[in-house]
């Protein structure tokens, strides 16, 4: 049974570019979510997709974009990159329903964008 | 709304001694409370979690942790260290929702 896949693992961008970041959730799960987990920190909630929409945002700006496909894969896009974009970006994935009752999000194992 | 304070941001034991990472919450509604673990380079691994069932939580690798609600505290307790056991640990909490809330996480180093 495969677990939550991201890719790339790691990509080197310059300010002002755009990155687009891929998650396939785990095998039966239809709930993508993105969290940002900077040097040091713990992970933020970026925001969250179920049936191809958008559910739940953090605090993030604009430039923080994604979108869901119809076999529940997600991609995160970031416009205009600055340097403090640099992170580790984890995909999480849960079954909606079970998720209210338990909570549990199931890790990728992150994609480590650096942004010089 | 929810948060999770982490005390310590590193915690350094011997291999055998007792295991004491501290967590306290902070929830509007009664919260689910969730401990993950990470290794350098990888991403999240679930240890265990407490969603208003038996207070004391049994997860893998022998750790465990007990939901005081007087305390408001969640704390990660293993009786004895392994090496393996050096990673980072994070506590996070939810309101009944899958959105984490995490804290700032403790390094946890486990010397010979």
């Known amino acids: 049974d495969a677990g939550v896949t991201q890719s790339p693992t790691h990509l080197i961008k310059t300010r002002g570019q755009q990155v687009t970041l891929r998650c396939s959730p785990k095998?039966?799960?239809?709930?993508v979510s993105w969290y940002q987990q900077a040097l040091g920190q713990g992970p933020q909630f970026i925001f969250q997709?179920?049936?191809?929409?958008?559910?739940q945002r953090g605090n993030f700006p604009d430039r923080f974009s994604g979108h869901q496909f119809p076999n529940y894969s997600s991609e995160l896009n970031v416009n205009a990159l600055l340097l403090g974009d640099s992170a580790l970006y984890l995909c999480a994935s849960s079954l909606a329903g079970l998720a209210k009752m338990s909570g549990e999000l199931f890790f990728g194992e992150g994609s480590r964008l650096t942004v010089l | 709304a929810q948060s999770v304070t982490q005390l310590g941001s590193h915690v350094s034991v011997s291999e055998g001694a007792l295991v004491l990472l501290r967590c306290n919450y902070s929830s509007s509604v009664p919260p689910y409370l969730f401990w993950y673990v990470q290794y350098p380079n990888q991403g999240l691994q679930l240890l265990l979690k407490?969603?208003?069932?038996?207070?004391l939580v049994k997860g893998i690798n022998g750790f465990e942790a007990e939901f005081k609600k007087s305390e408001t505290s969640f704390h990660l307790t293993k009786p004895s260290a392994h090496m393996s056991d050096a990673a980072e640990y994070f506590c996070?909490?939810?309101?009944?929702?899958?959105?984490?809330?995490f804290g700032t996480g403790t390094r946890l180093q486990v010397f010979p």
């Open positions: 407490y969603t208003s069932a038996a207070t």
């Open positions: 095998s039966g799960h239809d709930t």
């Open positions: 997709y179920y049936e191809e929409e958008e559910r």
């Open positions: 996070a909490v939810s309101g009944h929702t899958d959105k984490l809330i």
